[in-house]
C-alpha cells in the first residue's frame, strides 16, 4: 500500500522549533517531487516548502530563512525543520508526493498524508 505518514507536530511557544517527518511506504521517495503544505482553519491549503526530484529545494516567502526541508533517501523521509516559529505558522501540515513536475502548488501533487498539527501560542 502506497503510503505517507506526517509526524512530529504538536504545541510550541512562538519562537520555537520543530521538526516534521513525512515517511513513505510502498514507493521510494527520492523518485518523487514532497511538498509541505500547511491549511489553517478556514484557508486554502498552502504549499510551504518543496524538494523536486532533482533535489532543488522552494519555500515561500514567508517561511524563507526560517525553515529547511531535507530528504533523507536511506530512511525513505523528508524532513522539514521550522524555526523561529510565529503564530501564523500554525495549521494542519500535509506532504504530498508528485510525480513528475513539481512546485509549489498543490495541482502537482496526487498523493498526501494524513497530516499533523502544528500550534504556535503562547
Known amino acids: 500500500q502506497l503510503q505517507l505518514v506526517e509526524s512530529g507536530g504538536g504545541l510550541v511557544q512562538p519562537g520555537g522549533s520543530l521538526t516534521l517527518s513525512c515517511a513513505a511506504s510502498g514507493f521510494t521517495l527520492d523518485y518523487y517531487g514532497i511538498g509541505w503544505f500547511r491549511q489553517a482553519p478556514g484557508k486554502e491549503r498552502e504549499g510551504v516548502s518543496c524538494i523536486n526530484i532533482s533535489g532543488i529545494r522552494m519555500y515561500a516567502d514567508s517561511v524563507k530563512g526560517r525553515f529547511t526541508i531535507s530528504r533523507d533517501n536511506a530512511k525513505n523521509t523528508v524532513y522539514l525543520q521550522m524555526n523561529s516559529l510565529k503564530p501564523e505558522d500554525t495549521g494542519v501540515y500535509y506532504c504530498?508526493?508528485?510525480?513528475?513536475?513539481?512546485?509549489?502548488?498543490?495541482?502537482?501533487?496526487?498523493?498526501w498524508g494524513q497530516g499533523t498539527q502544528v500550534t504556535v501560542s503562547s
Open positions: 504530498g508526493a508528485a510525480g513528475g513536475f513539481s512546485d509549489l502548488r498543490k495541482v502537482w501533487y496526487g498523493r
